[in-house]
């Protein structure tokens, strides 16, 4: 797998090598194609000998060695430059050799004169050797002996270079100096000037003719050429970007320390190495020998290549950033931001509000300052400092007030609220989170408990399913036997004993299911509206007969009107029903039993009391209790549910359901929220 | 003599009503499974009631129950240890007639028994009655005001004048709430004084007369804290 050649990555490298040839090449092209010069020329296919731009090079070179003749005659004494002198002395004097090598550099060049001062009969050349050993002559041999030539001798031109001919050298348009033209009509000068056949100096014809050259073998295909490289370069910009960060080694982009500075720092480092490669190309001057020509072409192209290197890296450094999402992490000026924050996060909110207060402080003392010394523009920063500062508070007041209101819900029992975080502020996130936390808490621990109770109620029942099949046989048979004409006192006793228990057991399964549904809830509530006096008559209407039997007599006090109450009329009737057969079992026989209904402001209470037959020797806590019955033995009827389930039932229709002992007075009173 | 089919999983169970329905006169059949009632049904088509368990091995009550009704209209009493509001409700919506629950008060299987098999002996006669303008009825609750006899499940009831008056009042208004005070106006047509509790004595007395199980009445029905009324079953 390790030998696994990485596409991208190679595509990016030679994309990376192809990129600047190919700009180099559009840039030469275009170069070529928005060159002015001898489009007419290229066109006609002619040679660069014929061309104008040769033939104003020429001449400005011509113009060029008669100034400097002229500068040379008036700055010095005349007889130095004497025709004699020249050919008996040649250059010995260092200081002239030297003067002649300034003209001669500075206008280094492709073009060889000589020029004869007709009047003093000196002669000036920009050919350094051949004055020495050379006659006159010999010089203007060796200029004549070149293809192109120009020369001006007793007012004639004679010439190889058409364009400069006597009829056509006044219509040279570059470079050419009236001044210079009226020399060479003055007939003061011989001159006699070649080009050197092989170009050999660096100079404007040379360059021109390079020029020339290619644009003529190149102009044809540029047109098409153009288009295909713009194409081809933004081609490779995709490539390049797919490719860069991609290694061999594993899967996705792979960062280095160079990726992991600051953005800016890395594009000093980069600028840094750019400044060395522009220093390189600036270095170059005085390319004006084919050699020094190529050696600073050399140099140029390094400084280049290194400037190139320079972007490559900042280029590739930027992209990995933006293909990890780091980019803007990495700036100078998240850095500080992240720092700011950091800064924030760690301050308690007490000093974070100070703080802010300062800053308030300080951010208006800057306004008024503005609005002081200028007016508009210090009311709008001042307005707008204070809508700030009223968004920051407000937005802070509004999240304070929200969690206040939630804890209060919680406070009363609405577990299932919760807060958005999103909607608080930064600072209060923490806080809203840890409540929302709580809340889920409670909820499930409520939850739990409410499951705990149904499971349990479920239990029961199912056990008391499990009992009521045995106890059907148990009593259908107690009571057959009953039937059979059993002999013996003892005999019927015993039976009478399993019948009453029987009956008892039966009573129990039935409570005890009532009793576990009515305090788990697992009950369905139909709330209607319920007549407390029509309630208590029909009630007591069904206990007469009971209450006879016991010589109770029942006082009801009613209201002078009729009360309602919101409750179940099944459920109202249960708590009724137990209460009263509680009066009917343990009631002292012959006592009264005084029911009343009382109205309070917004309740209404039933109150049931009466005298108890036994001893009340148990507080009401035990009394509440399941199982418990007021009196110490347990062989009458009855489950000692009865309290326990009239109570459920009650809190479970939203009442009231409290027992008083006072001696042998037992006394219960069932409220209700009063119903219109 | 009326067939009476007995299904429960519990032999004893069977055994016992087996003993109290014999000595009512009837000819018990006994099933100990959903599946043995359905052959024994196919078996023989002179059966007048079948006591039906719910919880019972390979074919439970319910769906016994539903099989039956299928093809059959013979009366169907539920017998279950199940006595929670909804398991009644799915009971007598899935066929059953009538709805006891263990341990259950032999007396009381048996007049539901008697019940049943009145009504659906003698269901052809009472249409008859109805036309008469002097008839009131709910179900099989019938009040005769021309001979001021009242009838329930074909069995004649023996009740006080006073008795009378409100149950026939309660019945004329079949399935209208009315309060202690409403039946006192309407029955003595005089204006009550509100504290009196004659009333739901009465009722009680009533509900004790016509009712099998008058803590579960089947016709008058107390609506606590509100009133009484005769169920309309019509």
């Known amino acids: 797998m390790n030998k696994k050649i990485c596409w991208p990555r190679v595509l990016k490298n030679i994309s990376y090598v192809l990129f600047p040839i190919f700009l180099t090449i559009l840039v030469l092209l275009i170069v070529c194609l928005s060159y002015p010069l001898e489009r007419h020329a290229i066109k006609e296919g002619l040679d660069y000998y014929e061309t104008n731009t040769f033939a104003e090079n020429y001449a400005l070179e011509i113009f060029s060695s008669l100034n400097a003749v002229t500068f040379l005659k008036d700055n010095n004494d005349g007889d130095i430059f004497s025709y004699e002198y020249i050919q008996t002395e040649g250059l010995e004097n260092d200081d002239e050799a030297n003067e002649l090598n300034y003209y001669y550099e500075y206008y280094g060049n492709n073009v060889i004169w000589l020029i004869i001062d007709n009047n003093t009969k000196k002669a000036y050349t920009n050919l350094e050797y051949s004055l020495e050993t050379s006659s006159i002559q010999n010089i203007k041999d060796t200029i004549m002996q070149n293809q192109r030539y120009w020369n001006y001798e007793n007012g004639i031109i004679e010439t190889t270079v058409n364009k400069l001919n006597n009829d056509n050298i006044e219509y040279i348009e570059s470079g050419l100096r009236q001044e210079s033209f009226e020399t060479i009509e003055s007939n003061t000068y011989t001159i006699y000037t070649a080009v050197l056949d092989d170009l050999e100096y660096v100079d404007n014809i040379a360059m021109n003719r390079v020029l020339y050259n290619t644009l003529s073998s190149v102009s044809q295909q540029a047109v098409f050429a153009i288009p295909f490289l713009i194409i081809l370069i933004i081609a490779l910009v995709p490539i390049i970007i797919v490719g860069v960060g991609r290694t061999r080694k594993q899967e996705g982009i792979k960062l280095n320390w160079y990726d992991k500075i600051l953005v800016e720092i890395a594009a000093f480092i980069s600028m840094f190495i750019g400044a060395i490669g522009a220093c390189f190309t600036i270095s170059v001057s005085g390319m004006n020998t084919m050699t020094s020509f190529v050696l600073g072409i050399s140099v140029i192209c390094v400084g280049i290549f290194i400037m190139y290197l320079a972007c490559i890296l900042f280029f590739e450094t930027v992209v990995k950033r933006l293909k990890t999402h780091t980019f803007i992490k990495t700036t100078f000026i998240y850095w500080i931001y992240d720092k700011i924050r950091g800064f924030l996060k760690d301050i308690k909110i007490t000093k974070k509000l100070v703080l802010y207060f300062i800053l308030f402080i300080l951010a208006n003392l800057v306004c008024f300052g503005i609005l002081w010394s200028n007016g508009f523009p210090g009311f709008v920063l001042t307005v707008l400092l204070y809508g700030v500062t009223y968004s920051f508070l407000s937005k802070r007041i509004k999240s304070y007030a929200k969690i206040s209101e939630t804890v209060h819900e919680l406070y009363n029992g609405n577990t299932e609220i919760e807060i958005d975080e999103n909607q608080m502020v930064k600072e209060m996130q923490e806080t809203a989170k840890e409540i929302n936390d709580i809340a889920g808490g409670l909820s499930n621990a409520i939850e739990e408990k409410l499951k705990s109770e149904r499971l349990k109620t479920e239990l029961i029942t199912n056990v008391s399913h499990d009992i009521k099949t045995p106890l059907t046989s148990i009593i259908n048979y107690v009571d057959l036997l009953k039937k059979e004409n059993i002999q013996g006192e003892k005999a019927i006793e015993y039976l009478n004993i399993l019948d009453s228990k029987s009956q008892r057991l039966k009573k129990l399964t039935e409570d005890l299911v009532e009793a576990s549904k009515a305090s788990s809830g697992a009950i369905k509530l139909n709330m209607e509206r319920l007549n407390v006096n029509e309630l208590i008559k029909q009630v007591s209407g069904e206990f007469e007969d009971k209450f006879k039997v016991h010589n109770l007599e029942e006082i009801i006090a009613f209201p002078e009107n009729d009360v309602y109450i919101n409750a179940d009329s099944r459920y109202m009737y249960r708590v009724l029903e137990n209460m009263y057969s509680n009066i009917s079992k343990y009631a002292m026989e012959g006592t009264r039993v005084y029911t009343d209904i009382l109205q309070k402001d917004n309740t209404i209470s039933i109150e049931l009391k009466n005298v108890s037959k036994q001893k009340l020797n148990i507080s009401v806590d035990e009394l509440m209790q399941r199982f418990v019955r007021g009196e110490a033995s347990r062989n009458t009827e009855g489950s000692g549910l009865g309290l326990s389930i009239a109570r459920s039932l009650t809190e479970l229709q939203g009442g009231q359901f409290n027992i008083y002992l006072d001696g042998d007075l037992f006394k219960v009173t069932i409220e209700f929220e009063k119903m219109n | ?234």
């Open chain 2, 1 to 234: 003599m009326y067939n009476i089919l007995v299904c429960d999983d519990d032999k004893e169970i069977v055994k016992a009503i087996e003993i109290y329905l014999s000595k009512e006169g009837y000819n018990i059949l006994k099933a100990y499974d959903g599946m043995e009632a359905l052959e024994i049904l196919k078996k023989n088509s002179d059966i007048q009631l079948i006591i039906l368990d719910i919880m019972m091995p390979k074919l439970d009550g319910i769906e016994t129950a539903n099989i039956i009704r299928k093809d059959k209209s013979i009366p169907i009493i539920m017998l279950s240890a199940k006595s929670e509001d909804y398991d009644k409700i799915a009971g007598l919506n899935n066929g059953a007639d009538d709805y006891v629950t263990k341990p259950f008060n032999p007396l009381e299987l048996i007049a539901r028994v008697n019940s049943q098999i009145r009504r659906y002996t003698s269901l052809g006669s009472m249409v008859k009655k109805e036309k008469d303008d002097n008839i009131y009825k709910s179900g099989d609750l019938i009040i005769n005001d021309s001979t001021k006899t009242v009838e329930v499940d074909g069995k004649e009831v023996k009740l006080t004048p006073t008795e009378y008056n409100i149950l026939k009042f309660l019945t004329k208004n079949k399935g209208v709430v009315y309060s202690i005070e409403q039946i006192y106006e309407n029955v003595w047509e005089e204006e009550s004084y509100g504290a009196e509790n004659i009333i739901a004595v009465h009722i009680r007395h009533i509900r004790e007369k016509i009712e099998i199980n008058p803590r579960e009445p089947k016709y008058l029905k107390v609506i606590w804290g509100i009133g009484y009324k005769i169920e309309n079953l019509d």
